[in-house]
């Protein structure tokens, strides 16, 4: 799978970046749920851990995942979805789109980039970003509510970040919701806003932790699920012995 061909087309108050082969016409309209003939909000649950800015939009066979930008923590209380404008190369979504652009070329299971814009006001601007959605993949979280995974499973996960995290590939917010798991029981990682290419450091065991904290969570909201310590310990099987036959 070679790298995509960008084409970026500015508009009346920002730019779109975009790739032909994917959306051959792209408007302002396509980053809106009107834009598209069905649209799916995307709420807060086992399937997202999310503020309610992704949706699915499309029908299949070729569907896509709409995501606005927004803010968290205390900051995103005061600002909701607004970022400070340094330049079109510096927008969360043209960062996201190019780096997604690199990972799905090099065959990683990441979503494939499809359309990025901002929308520029004054000295702040808002972004979206639009991605071709993976068929047949759930949340971890999700995925741990219906099967009581295998010690063999949590120690392919294990392998699969190992994989990410050798390549250098860093991911901002590694929780039981943007680790996907699709039919065939292998490891996918969504949402890559702030994600970018590092050398080996300390980020690589603050990722690990912060899925483990993850987990943790939302076992704590439903202890039903099917996650328990030994579980982790095989996940950091998987993850060390990768590490060691590389």
Known sequence: MGPLTETVEKTATGAILYDKSIINRISEQRFTADGWPHAEVLTGSLRSGGRGNTMFVGNVPRQF???????????????????????????????????????????M????????RYVKRGTFYTADIITVRVPDIVPLSQYIAD?????????????SIYEFHEAGVYHADMNAYNVQIDSDGL??????????????????QQTLSRLHRSLHKIVGLD????????NWEQLLEGYFNASRSA
């Open 147 to 159: 099967n009581d995974p295998d010690e063999a499973f949590w120690n392919a996960c294990g392998e």
């Open 187 to 204: 490891l996918w990682l969504l949402d890559f806003d702030k994600g970018e290419l590092r050398q080996p450091g300390r980020w690589q």
């Open 109 to 116: 299971r990441v979503p494939r980039p499809a359309a990025a």
């Open 223 to 230: 202890p039903r699920l099917n996650f328990r310590s030994a």
């Open 65 to 107: 995942v709409l995501r606005h930008y927004l803010r968290g923590g205390l900051v995103g209380k005061l600002i909701r979805d607004s970022y400070i404008f340094s330049g079109p190369d510096k927008t969360r979504a043209f960062l996201e789109w190019r780096l997604l652009d690199k990972l799905a070329s090099n065959n």
